[in-house]
């Protein structure tokens, strides 16, 4: 899974993805909601909407949500977490592209198979 997440910097994030899951390929589009707290761990939840042959469609919940727990790292310029979905065996890692005061802030991510 690889993709791009926009942030406003108050904690809403918006992005979109590719997976390739079995040999297809599959493209999702997740906006959600980043909560950090003062001693630098934060939960991410993100909403997914799958396109396929319809359009744009959003899955039924579990699988229409994501839940990230994460730490950052870096003063700020990364995110390391994982999914704590049940039955998730997922990492990821967000890195910090670019910010400019005023601006939103534009964070490339990329998870990788594996838990803890």
Not at 2 to 25: C, N, W, Y
Not at 90 to 96: D, F, G, K, P, W
């Amino acid at each position: 899974m690889v993709g791009s997440v926009k942030g406003d910097g108050k904690g809403e994030l918006v992005g979109r993805t590719t997976v390739l899951l079995g040999g297809a390929v599959f493209q999702k589009a997740i906006d959600g909601f980043a909560k950090i707290e003062p001693d630098c761990r934060g939960a991410i939840t993100f909403s997914v909407m799958v396109l396929n042959a319809a359009g744009w469609v959003a899955p039924p919940p579990p699988e229409g949500e994501i839940h990230l727990e994460f730490v950052v790292l870096a003063e700020g310029d990364r995110l390391e977490g994982k999914v704590v979905d049940a039955g998730s065996a997922v990492r990821c890692e967000l890195r910090r592209q670019h910010a400019l005061e005023g601006q939103r802030t534009t964070t490339a991510w990329a998870a990788k198979p594996g838990g803890d």
